[in-house]
């Protein structure tokens, strides 16, 4: 008798899931939660705690084995390896480790090392490689840039400028790095362009300096128009916890005023006839 073939419900939950029991446990050991060394719940603990099946917790971690954050041996069991282990250009890895209402400062800092390390690198091949097509797509995405209406829109155009950049080296391997730098960017500029502090107006000169020394067809130029760019950046990110503790005085001490003039206002009244 032939199997019954699995409703398509089926095989959309599944996925769903482990990816849930994925994020949970992922944002939970990037976050310190589960610290290193530590040896996670069994198989049955984490069935339980996540109302999934085996086959979807074995999965999980199989794929959290795959990116560097746990390793499972026999007789000992699941356990959360050290930072240096994990894949750090993994997408869903970066995105646990920076998953925080302010990302830490010197994971910021190090990712701004790596954008250092290849952006201005892909500016130069850029100068020398790009089509008309890719020069057309950095162009599109800086107007975007500039005419961005809301944090949204100005990280999307942000994010397009320097993707069309690194895809007009026309190097497999450099594009090979696009999800990992997506990322990268995404995390740098949530920072950038929202929030207390953030510098995205003012560091629009620099991209369009960069723009135009790529279009120039001078690699050098480009190279260091991409180094003035990052180093704008690096500079703010740096200055980046002074900032929040000045904004949040400031905010602080506007809500004590307003206390202040309430309790006050309050006590007039009180002493009106």
Not at 41 to 69: C, D, H, N, Q, S
Not at 98 to 115: F, H, K, N, T, W
Not at 122 to 131: C, D, G, Q, V
Not at 253 to 272: D, F, Q
């Amino acid at each position: 008798m032939a199997r019954a073939r699995p409703k398509p419900a089926d095989k959309l939950i599944k996925p769903g899931r482990i990816r849930a029991v994925l994020t949970t446990l992922g944002r939970e050991i990037a976050q310190d939660l589960i610290p290193v060394g530590t040896t996670l719940p069994p198989e049955p603990e984490l069935e339980a705690r996540f109302g999934a099946g085996r086959g979807v917790v074995r999965e999980a971690i199989k794929t959290l084995a795959a990116k560097g954050l746990v390793s499972v041996r026999p007789r000992h069991g699941t356990q959360v390896l050290p930072r240096h282990e994990w894949s750090l250009l993994d997408r869903d890895v970066l995105s646990w480790l920076v998953g925080q209402d302010e990302p830490d400062r010197d994971l910021l800092l190090a990712i701004q090392e790596v954008r250092s390390i290849i952006e201005p690198a892909a500016a130069a091949l850029a100068a020398e490689r790009a089509t008309k097509n890719d020069l057309w797509r950095i162009d599109t995405a800086l107007a975007a840039m500039q005419t961005a209406k809301d944090q949204a829109s100005a990280l999307a155009a942000d994010k397009a400028f320097h993707l069309a950049i690194l895809d007009a080296t026309h190097n497999p391997v450099l594009q090979g790095f696009r999800g990992a730098i997506d990322t990268i960017l995404s995390t740098v500029f949530t920072v950038a362009v929202g929030g207390p502090g953030g510098w995205f107006r003012d560091n629009l000169p620099n991209h369009i300096t960069a723009a135009r020394a790529i279009a120039s067809g001078k690699p050098e130029k480009a190279r260091a128009a991409m180094e003035s760019l990052l180093g704008y950046t690096r500079l703010k990110l740096s200055n980046r916890k002074t900032v929040i503790a000045a904004a949040s005085r400031k905010t602080d001490g506007s809500a004590v005023r307003t206390a202040r003039k309430a309790s006050v206002s309050g006590r007039r009244k009180r002493r009106r006839p």
